[in-house]
């Protein structure tokens, strides 16, 4: 049995603040849009991610890949859980999902150490569901 402290305590709060940080930034977003997925989910999925990769690559240095698999399944699993199919079949919550599973690859980039990446990525996330729809613009025009 290790003692309570390992050293690594620093590195993963700094961490973990990111995560709180970039996950706010997404989830503000979704939140905005009225989305299931806000603040909170975006936090928690993205600080999940962090540490499972924290831990895998502390755990073993030379494979930490096996962890970082699953993590894209296992969130794949999480957000496919979250899209709809209505009576009328519209699928609901598609992006969100998606942005679920994006907030899962910020996570694992911060738990590996990529900082600039993270924070790129989730500008990203917040940049590209504020892109205008090509079906709503056309159909603004023909209505014109």
């Known amino acids: 049995m290790t003692g ?15 995560c709180l940080l970039l996950g706010t930034l997404i989830g503000v977003e979704r939140e905005l849009r ?23 690559t502390a ?16 969130v ?5 859980g979250m899209i709809l199919k209505s009576d009328n079949n519209t699928v609901r919550n598609l992006t969100t999902a998606a942005a679920i599973w994006f907030a899962a690859a ?5 738990g590996i150490g990529w900082y600039a990446i993270a924070a790129i990525a989730s500008v990203y996330a917040v940049i590209v569901p504020r892109i205008p729809h090509v079906k709503r613009w056309t159909q603004s025009q023909h209505d014109e």
């Open 4 to 18: 309570f402290l390992t050293g690594l305590e620093g590195a993963f709060v700094f961490k973990l603040g990111l």
């Open 106 to 110: 910020v996570g694992m980039a911060i």
């Open 76 to 80: 794949g699993f999480l957000g496919a």
């Open 34 to 56: 009225n989305k299931p997925a806000g603040i909170s989910t975006h936090c928690f999925v993205m600080a999940g991610a962090c540490l499972f990769t924290f831990i895998s």
């Open 59 to 74: 755990a073993d240095p030379n494979s930490p890949a096996r962890i970082a698999a699953q993590i894209v399944s296992g």
